[in-house]
């Protein structure tokens, strides 16, 4: 497949009456950066955020909202000389902000973190209240709950260079309820120090940045399920490891959990390579770019500035973020298409004496099963919400209570907030089923009517459960019923 796609085809919307009516209530805005902002105080490493933003006047591509994109610097440039540059070249944001109706977020690193203006990327207390990523979420939100901007929640995107790339990749990992994707330009993974910036450290690899990564999402680990990741490095880049590109993906990939499956290989046109990774849905999840000639510096492509660790001489790494992230997006339908609701495929369980282990399995066209919520009903009732996730699971529930039992699971898609239909697990018994009861009562048709243990049915006497015709409903007939179940009955006497 081509580099990069167009999104032209794929916004089929456009030609919807109820696509163009969304899109018709989408304010235009300036199509112009924004003067010099001030937003919230960073109280641990002083100062309080600046920057600017961009937002277009063009309409959104993707169901009728706009996608956000916060970029960040990296160290010793700023906002305003090397991201935006004041003459809208910079990293060249504008034109593809434009092409896909998308605001971008340009603001300077607080406090002079590293010495260089960097983000404090290398972080061993990275959280959501406090410093660079405290400030960075607050100004997120602050343009996300902004009606005016109309920005979709799903669509919202982190990307940055070196120590930005390294901060980008830390947001991503730390809030993937927020972040539906992040692109990383030479960005060292959560976990390494500064010093190690120009090299991997023994016994460190995807697997321990992977698991940096999921540490750092807590209870959000359910949102990597609809998450994707970008990863661009250069093939000159001898200021940060080169192996730290690959690894970066493999840490997304291990984060999001499952199994992947590389695809073929593509060219990058200016030179280099990228290779996409999907997930057992056949959805794409990460991709890796590696660009021939590129050393430490973001590739703005043709239109972008060419200095100061920008170079605008390789591939357009706006465009293809942007076309990467809403071609691929898992959270929102594409072309004013609903996501569909999981679909289980089975589910059972299993008993070996007192323990009960339930499994099941399902897909989602939307992404990836977050959670599986199993329900037993019996002696030992079971509500568990969080039995598994992924393509498949298996739980095992102890001391359960000796009884007869039935059940359901259902699988729901966080992205998508769809939750399947209920997959019946067949009745099942823990330890001795209890011996049969039966009661034989001998009555006339009537009182046994009376008594709830009949029914009249144009006349005759109908035993309820079986509805078995006992004869005439009146006081001459007499019958013998066997209650052989709970509001079960059958004409004679018990076995």
Known sequence: MPFHLSLRAACA??????????QAQVQAGPGAWSANQTWAADTV???????????????????????????LHGCTQTASGDVINNTDNGFNWKAAADQYGAVILAPNATGNVYGNHCWDYASTRHNRSTGHDAILLDLVNRFVSNAQYAIDPRQVYVTGLSSGGGEAMALACMAPDIFAGAGINAGPPPGTTTAQI???PGGFNATTAGNHCRALAGANTPSF???????????????????YGPMDAAAMRIAYGGNFYQGATVAVPT?????PYTDVNGKVRTSEITVSGLGHAWPAGTGGQNTNFVNATTVNYPAFLLNFWTANNLRVGQAGTPPSAPVMAACAAAVSGSTVTVSGAGTSSGGAISSYKVVLNGPSA???AAAGSGASFSKQYFSMANGTYSGAVTATDSGTGLTS?????????????????????????YAHVQAGRAHNGGGYALAN?????MGLNNTFYTTTLAQTAAGYFVIGSCP
């Open 13 to 22: 919307c456009a030609l919807l009456a109820p696509c163009l009516a969304a």
């Open 45 to 71: 490493n002083g100062g309080t955020l600046t920057g600017y933003y961009y937002w277009p006047a063009t309409a959104p591509v993707l169901q009728g909202k706009r996608a956000l994109v916060l970029v």
């Open 198 to 200: 120009g090299y991997v």
């Open 225 to 243: 399920a609809t998450q994707i990741a970008s990863v661009i490095w250069g093939a000159s880049d001898y200021t940060v490891a080169q192996a």
């Open 271 to 275: 030179g280099g390579s990228n290779i």
């Open 382 to 384: 079971v509500n568990d």
């Open 421 to 445: 239909a209920a997959c019946t697990i067949a009745s099942f018994t823990v330890g001795t089923a209890p011996a049969p009861t039966c009661t034989a009562t001998t009555a006339s048709n």
């Open 465 to 469: 459960g079986s509805n078995q015709n």
